[in-house]
């Protein structure tokens, strides 16, 4: 399953994904991811083990985004490859998900 | 002319997962950056076809056609659905805001692609998406 999810100190929420987001993984994180939508108002999505990302895997982000930030929460992004930073900022999701290098600065961007 | 492969899947979501396997096969040892913009482009493109060309109750194909020159890969799809000319459709926000499917997928496309070519002939439509070798 190349989505998991992992409880931070601080009430922040770690969305840990892997491999490839292409059509099949986007089906595959697509509940999880919204389900830590519907739960969570601080939240890091780490991109760390993402090998390759689409627009369906995008499309799953920006929900995750969307729902996040209605709820007046902050969510941001970690670490992604270069390959998956490219889609990243050509999508712009990066002004939806800033992106952060390593994990102590993230947690501090999505805490109250 | 290089070298040249070919792949027929049904128009659904469910057939893209055959897309990464044969064109990885394809295009060999090509630098990892272009596979990957290879890769965005002709999942964006074919998902299209699976989700819009054609209607619910018709089983649909797409084609595909792989053609490796030293400098250059192209790759042709063609369908048998509406018409639908990702060249001249309005791109979507990049923003991330994007709410209707296509729009997102023409900035990745139009971004990963060197040029795309449209052509509707005989009830078909057929994009061209070249990619420049030497330049990653």
Not at chain 1, 74 to 81: M, R
Not at chain 1, 95 to 112: C, N
Not at chain 2, 34 to 49: G, K, W
Request: aromatic share 4%; hydrophobic share 45%; charged share 25%.
């Amino acid at each position: 399953m190349p989505i998991l999810v992992t409880q931070l100190d601080g009430g922040v929420t770690r969305v840990i994904l892997s491999e490839r987001l292409d059509a099949a993984g986007a089906v595959e994180t697509s509940m999880e991811m919204y389900y830590v939508g519907e739960s969570s108002d601080a939240v890091i999505v780490d991109m760390a083990r993402v090998t390759f990302i689409a627009s369906l895997g995008l499309r799953n982000l920006v929900s995750l985004a969307k729902a996040v930030i209605k709820k007046k929460g902050k969510i941001v992004l970690l670490s992604p490859t270069p390959a998956v930073e490219e889609v990243l900022i050509t999508s712009g999701l990066d002004m939806l998900m800033p992106i952060y290098r390593d994990q102590p600065s993230a947690v501090i961007a999505v805490t109250p | 002319m290089g070298a040249t492969a070919q792949l027929r899947i049904g128009a659904r979501p469910d057939e893209v997962a055959r897309l990464y396997t044969w064109l990885d096969g394809a295009i060999g040892e090509l630098p990892a950056p272009l596979r990957n913009d290879m890769h965005v482009a002709l999942e964006e493109v074919v998902m299209n076809v699976a989700f819009h060309a054609y209607a619910p109750e018709q089983e649909g194909e797409v084609a595909i056609a792989l053609t490796l020159a030293p400098e250059e890969a192209v790759l042709v799809v063609e369908d048998e659905g509406q018409e639908f000319n990702p060249v001249s459709a309005p791109p979507g926000k990049p923003e991330g805001r994007q709410e209707e499917p296509g729009g997102l997928g023409l900035v990745l496309l139009r971004h990963h692609c060197r040029a795309l070519e449209y052509e509707r002939r005989a009830g078909r439509n057929r994009l061209t998406l070249r990619f420049a070798i030497q330049n990653r």
